[in-house]
């Protein structure tokens, strides 16, 4: 089946780092791509939707200078989250889609810790 | 109100038995739903596709009630391989979003 690769796992740094996420479709061309955060023992929200080669379109209350997002090509999105503090610390997740009514495929995920 | 909203559990069963989750949903535009499988730690991934007329997989059913925005998953004969947390989800066409509820823990016990 489809493959979805986020890289890397897992991220310890500092306060103030930013630091960058990378989500790629291996098998299929992924128009669209979601980024999604998931707090322990709650559910995955979604932070924004990527389509590729266009601006991404965030969520309310997702700020967009806090969490870049780029998408270039119709393989890779990036995640950037810019100047990260201790309340960034999540999991964080990306899925991609191809076109029309194609399933998402998710990735393993991020887990990030702000120290 | 959340738009997908579960029962978070925990729910501790012992092996061989039959354990139904639900799942209710605000949003009467939602299009398609869904069950996935999360484990600790890991990335969801689908279990099942629900559909108003029940569909069955192995030991899983799942059923769709679109007059009560109301879903369900029935696990029969639990293993403790079925320890997880299972996301209810739901999918609006309209804006290719995927909305997932809080997730419900299930523990096998031996």
């Known amino acids: 089946g489809a493959v ?7 991220v310890i740094c500092k306060s103030g780092t930013s630091v960058k996420i990378e989500c ?6 992924a128009t669209t791509m979601f980024w999604y955060r ?8 979604l932070m924004a939707t990527s389509n590729e080669g266009s601006k991404a379109t965030y969520e309310q209350g997702v700020e967009k200078d806090k969490f870049l997002i780029n998408h270039a090509s119709l393989t890779l ?11 960034d610390s999540s999991f964080y997740i990306c899925s991609a889609r191809g076109t029309g009514t194609q399933p998402q495929h998710f990735g393993d995920g991020t887990r990030l810790s702000i120290l | 109100r959340k738009e997908v909203e579960q029962d978070p559990g925990p729910f501790n069963v012992p092996e061989g038995a039959t354990v139904a989750f639900n799942c209710t949903y605000s949003n009467s535009a939602s299009q398609s739903f869904f069950w996935y499988r999360q484990d600790c730690r890991k990335e969801p991934k689908l279990l099942m596709s629900v559909y108003s007329s029940g569909n069955e997989d192995g030991r899983f059913t799942a059923q769709l009630n679109r007059a009560s925005q109301y879903i369900s998953l029935l696990i029969r004969d639990s293993k403790l391989s079925d320890s997880a947390t299972y996301l209810c989800v739901a999918y609006s066409g309209n804006t290719g979003k995927l909305i997932f509820g809080q997730g419900t823990t299930l523990q096998v016990k031996p």
């Open chain 1, 77 to 87: 999105s990036t995640l950037t989250v810019t100047s990260a503090h201790p309340e």
């Open chain 1, 24 to 29: 790629r479709s291996l098998d299929f061309q």
């Open chain 1, 4 to 10: 979805v690769s986020q890289h890397p796992s897992r």
């Open chain 1, 38 to 45: 998931q707090f322990p023992k709650q559910s995955l929200m």
